[in-house]
């Protein structure tokens, strides 16, 4: 098991279409991409990580940094919800594993390679948002507190999401 660091854009498009590809149950996602890839605006300026196994590409994670909220995944929708935080702000999203690769711990080991990446850095508030209660009682358990909810956004549809952060200098 392997996770890089990568921005070649030849991995970063075969992380696109894994995107797309895992996101497969989640039907209302694909008529928004024609493409048959998943990237956004974040991503040119995003920290990507890539989980591999021999050669295969099993999963990949994304964390965007900066003290403007703009620049961030989501910033638009939490700005209300961080007045006592700390900047910069690292937004840790994008998380995706290969669907034939799932229920093997492969997040959990994304999630721990970003948080010891961020631990380096030692300032600011790492930062998530999630509709899955699984996910957020994982995120918990590595230290995360909830801020609130936020409004609905547009790759969850049909439900609230929440926000989590936690402070990089408790890491």
Do not use: W
Request: overall charge positive; hydrophobic content about 40%.
């Amino acid at each position: 098991m392997k996770i890089s660091v990568i921005n070649d854009k030849e991995t970063l498009e075969i992380i696109y279409k894994l995107r797309y590809e895992a996101s497969e149950i989640r039907r209302d996602l694909h008529e928004h991409y024609q493409d048959k890839r998943f990237a956004d605006t974040y991503d040119e300026a995003g920290i990507h990580f890539a989980l591999y196994k021999d050669e295969a590409l099993l999963g990949s994670a994304r964390i965007n940094i900066s003290s403007n909220l703009e620049e961030i995944t989501y910033g638009h929708l939490i700005e209300n919800y961080i007045h006592n935080l700390q900047k910069p702000f690292a937004m840790i999203s994008r998380l995706v594993v290969a669907p034939k690769a799932r229920r093997k711990g492969y997040s959990n080991f994304l999630d721990e390679k970003r948080l010891n990446f961020l631990k380096k850095r030692n300032e600011g508030t790492a930062m998530v948002v999630t509709s899955c209660i699984f996910r957020i009682e994982k995120l918990i358990r590595l230290g995360f507190r909830l801020a609130s909810e936020v409004e609905e956004i547009n790759t969850f549809p049909g439900g609230k999401s929440t926000l989590l952060y936690l402070p990089l200098d408790l890491l």
